[in-house]
């Protein structure tokens, strides 16, 4: 049989394939000739991924051999799509790379063992609350695009939601599976404060978002990843259909009185009215036109229509909220698909690191990892796409952004460190050597 | 808890599906509807990247050419003019924010390399479209002749090749510079002497007496007139029972129809009009083009249609008084294309050719994509009355209102003609075509606001862009060799 970390090894041969191609039809498309120097960037971030892969093979030889090969993949094409639009931010997506391997290498040394969490549940529920509001601190508080995402240091940008997420899902898994039982043997109409208390709660915090970030996205991605969470730990499909109605009824009531969130919703339903195509529909209007432009196999990397004349792109955030539009433009909808599919099967894999766990706050907290990440890619290829109203959040392990890649790095290392854990005991279990 | 995560798992799948549904919505089924967003710009900064062909003058004079801007991610073409002013209405204008005129529009798809299918399959595939380059007939020294003829004058010329159609000038004053046209558009738009406005295939004004080739035509075709036929020219005479007076008062007696020619009588071709009668003269006039915006490879937006007019195109079913009609009178309103076709099909023994400017089309590697041969319109009079016109109008050019346009060693026919617009204002004109035995070049002129006649306003700029046409000719230039190996 072949070792998890063989399999895991050969997993990163495409993420080599794409790097490698993409880098040179990028290179090719500018210069005809291919430099050795563009190629460098390409060359380095292969070097992270084996190092990362030798890493993982001594500190979790048992973790699940294909969760970092398919977000070395998603990053190789972030990593391109990158370049293509700017050689500079590419060397410093890079250089977020490696601060964010040193943080997923340092979760992996400090954190032994992941229940060691459910102690400081409370400190980390505080401190992500914290976080999630820092933005609206004047001073250091960033206002993009009328919501406040964003927190500015000095030089530093960051976007604290992208971290307050794994923090808000290590509480609600420990919180959740310690009070699971009592959800779940209480039957509906008895049901008393005490179970709806946390729930309210949440809901409440997600309400507060909604007002105070004035980001539906965000709040979308968060109580999702709650209602998830409850989901797997009670199987109670009433409580979820309740905590989704009253999200809706929250949502529909802000978006009638809240000015942004209605006018967030308003550009959704008709993006190209004249009156504001050119204005607040205009990062919608351009998503859709550039992938309109993009057809079904795409312009080919470093070939769609990007930089205007007169300086600037055509596409705005092309490197970030709207960079799965470029995808769609340069490699169109095979392109497309093909990185939601790879979305998809990190999902899998996150909910099978999930199955396999023993305990109750393992199993939840791989399951809330797994599902915030893909409600996070849902609300953003959505906005995108025009599912959902368009909305703020980064695309994972492909936007560009040193808080995303920190946070998503990190929130990679607790899988693997749930699935190395998980699978170990399987392997004593089945009479092995520990 | 495992169940849950399993139904989680299929949530996130319908959810992701969706999201590739949307995806194919955007990039495939609705992608057309998109594309022809007026919000989107794509489809215009996509072109900018395109270098259009260039376009060339008879003798290889480039006419259009592109300008690069910008590096190789964001390069796009800006058009420049090198010959200035001096084909802005024949060769218009091509700008992003401006949009295009004249054979910069009507001749686009070559242009843009858009118009052959093969050759865009290839350019798909490749990734690289380039346009076609376009060779015309203008030719720099006629074009040059006849604007320095106008000198200034408000008024135009039109000069055509009898056999094949092919335009070699076609002046139109006051012009523009079409290198100005993305700064000045809206001045150029709003200025009152009106210079984007060709008066060459746009302007409409009353023909005078060059309409009596028309009238002519009809006469010796219908087989009724002969050039020596003879028609009473008194002055005065009651024409749809009011009287009509001759040019300048003058009393002629009994006159052959040559002879009606040369000294442009009105009133024995209104007779000879009002006697064909309103069926025979607008059929005749069909025949030549009247009624219809010209066949020439220029925009539709910018080619009027000549005829009777009262607001709108008179027919047989309206009232007109024809006999007035045939001396270039009542409402009739001719363009000078128009008139310099009629000089054409009667220098080409009857037979109207498609006006053309295209010669043909070049691809970036040398080769010809297209040939745009001569097409006959139609056989408008019989050979042997269009030799009979010619030799009346000859006449005209030895003995009449024309000898202005005498060329030396040259035989010239023509026909004068001048519509008094106001008092000492006329518009004045000139129809001809050269050398009588074999013609190789007709024309029509008109100057707007001219104080004197046509015969000494209007022939001596037709003599003078002739001469340059004729001696050019005989000095060996590529000659019918460059127009398409005829």
New interface residues.
């Given amino acids: 049989m072949v070792s998890a970390r063989l399999r895991e090894l050969f997993g990163l041969l495409p993420v080599a394939l794409l790097v490698t191609a993409g880098f040179t039809a990028v290179v090719l498309s500018?210069?005809e000739e291919v430099n050795d120097l563009s190629l460098t960037y390409g060359g380095f971030f292969l070097g992270l991924c084996v190092f990362a892969h030798f890493f993982i093979r001594i500190r979790l030889p048992q973790a699940d051999p294909y969760l970092f090969p398919l977000a070395a993949l998603l990053a190789a094409f972030g990593m391109v799509m990158i370049y293509r639009i700017d050689e500079e931010l590419a060397r410093q997506q890079a250089q977020w790379f490696v601060i964010g391997l040193v943080f997923f290498c340092a979760t992996v040394v400090l954190l032994r063992d992941h229940r060691v969490l459910e102690r400081y549940r409370y400190t980390i529920a505080a401190a992500s609350i914290v976080l999630l509001f820092l933005p609206r601190v004047p001073g250091i508080g960033d206002r993009v695009n009328g919501a406040f995402l964003a927190i500015q240091v000095g030089p530093v940008q960051f976007q604290p939601a992208e971290l307050a997420k794994i923090g808000i899902i290590v509480f609600l898994a420990s919180y959740l599976g310690e009070t699971r039982d009592v959800l779940v043997r209480g039957r509906v109409p008895r049901l008393s404060l005490k179970h709806f208390g946390p729930l309210l709660v949440v809901w409440g915090a997600a309400m507060l978002l909604l007002v105070f970030i004035r980001d539906l996205g965000s709040s979308l991605m968060f109580f999702g990843g709650f209602l998830?969470l409850l989901?797997?730990?009670t199987?109670r499909l009433s409580l979820v259909a309740a905590g989704a109605a009253m999200f809706a009824a929250g949502a529909v009531f802000f978006a009638h009185t809240v000015g942004h969130v209605q006018d967030r919703v308003s550009i959704w339903l008709d993006p190209?009215r004249?009156q504001v195509?050119?204005d607040e529909g205009y990062q919608v209007?351009q998503s859709?036109?550039a992938?309109?432009?993009?057809?079904?196999f795409g312009?080919?990397f470093g070939?769609a229509?990007l930089?205007?004349?007169g300086g600037g792109l055509?596409l705005p955030a092309a490197d970030t909220d709207l960079i799965y539009a470029l995808i769609?433009n340069e490699v169109?909808?095979f392109g497309?698909?093909a990185v939601?599919?790879i979305?998809?099967l990190f999902?899998?894999r996150g909910?099978k690191v999930?199955?396999l766990a023993r305990d109750?706050f393992s199993?939840?907290l791989a399951?809330g990892l797994t599902?915030v990440f893909?409600m996070q890619?849902?609300v953003i290829?959505?906005g995108v796409?025009?599912?959902i109203p368009l909305t703020g959040v980064t695309l994972p392990f492909v936007s560009y952004g040193g808080s995303s890649i920190v946070a998503n790095l990190v929130l990679l290392a607790l899988l693997l460190i749930v699935s190395h854990d998980a699978r170990r005991d399987t392997a004593e279990d089945r009479g092995g050597v520990a | 808890m495992n169940r849950p995560i399993v139904h989680l798992f299929g949530l996130f799948t319908l959810l992701f599906a969706l999201l590739v549904g949307f995806t194919s919505r955007w990039s495939v089924f609705e992608a057309e509807s998109l594309e022809d967003e007026t919000a989107n710009r794509r489809p215009l900064l996509e072109q900018q990247r395109i270098p259009r062909g260039l376009i060339y003058a008879r003798d290889g004079t480039v006419m259009a050419k592109n300008e690069q801007l910008g590096n190789r991610q964001t390069r796009r073409f800006v058009r420049r003019y090198p010959t200035d002013s001096l084909f802005s209405h024949a060769v218009g204008y091509s700008f992003i924010d401006r949009g295009r005129a004249g054979l910069e529009q009507s001749r686009n798809d070559v242009l843009t390399g858009s118009g052959n299918e093969f050759a865009s399959l290839i350019d798909e595939l490749s990734g690289a479209q380039e346009g076609d380059s376009l060779r015309t007939t203008l030719d720099p020294e006629a074009q040059r002749a006849a604007i320095e003829g106008l000198g200034g004058r408000r008024g135009s010329v039109v000069a055509i090749e009898p056999e094949t159609g092919r335009i070699r000038a076609m002046a139109s004053l006051p012009d523009f510079d079409p290198n100005a046209v993305r700064e000045r558009f809206n001045d150029l738009n709003a200025d009152e002497d009106s210079p984007l406005f060709n008066r060459a295939t746009q302007a409409r004004y009353p023909p005078g007496s060059t309409f009596k080739v028309v009238t002519a035509a009809a006469a010796l075709d219908d087989g009724r007139y002969g050039p020596n036929t003879t028609v009473s020219g008194k002055n005065d005479k009651p024409i749809s029972g009011v009287p009509l007076e001759n040019f300048e008062g003058a009393q002629f007696g009994q006159v052959t129809l040559t002879e009606a020619l040369t000294k442009s009588i009105n009133t024995a071709w209104a007779e000879v009009g009002a006697d064909l009668g309103d069926s025979t003269m607008l059929r005749y006039m069909r025949r030549f083009g009247f009624g219809a915006e010209p066949p020439l490879d220029y925009p539709r937006s910018q080619l009027a249609a000549s005829g009777v007019f009262d607001e709108e195109l008179l027919d047989e079913d309206d009232p007109i008084d024809i006999g007035r009609v045939a001396i270039g009178q009542e409402r009739l309103q001719v363009t000078p294309l128009q008139m310099a076709m009629v000089a054409a099909t009667v220098a080409n023994n009857g037979a109207l050719m498609q006006p053309l400017f295209g010669e043909r089309a070049i691809a970036p590697d040398g080769r010809v994509t297209e040939r745009i041969r001569p097409d006959r319109v139609r056989r408008v009079i019989d050979a042997s009355a269009a030799r009979e016109l010619t030799g009346m109008m000859s006449s005209v050019v030895e003995e009449g209102s024309g000898t202005a346009a005498q060329l030396r060693g040259v035989r010239v026919a023509g026909k004068t003609g001048t519509a008094e617009r106001g008092a000492g204002v006329n518009q004045a004109w000139f129809i001809a075509f050269a050398p009588v035995e074999d013609p190789k070049i007709a024309l029509a002129v008109t100057v707007e606001q001219a104080s004197g006649t046509g015969g000494e306003v209007a022939a001596p700029i037709a003599r003078r862009v002739l001469e340059v046409i004729l001696d050019a000719k005989g000095r060996g230039s590529s000659g019918p060799a460059a127009s398409g190996g005829f």
Wanted: aromatic content about 10%; overall charge positive.
């Fill in positions: 500018r210069t998830a989901y797997v730990a199987s190209l004249p195509v050119e209007a859709m036109f992938q309109a432009d993009g057809g079904l312009t080919g070939r229509l930089e205007l004349p055509i769609v169109g909808l497309g698909t939601v599919l979305y998809l999902t899998a909910f999930a199955l109750g199993k939840l399951a599902a893909a890619v849902f290829v959505g796409t025009r599912v």
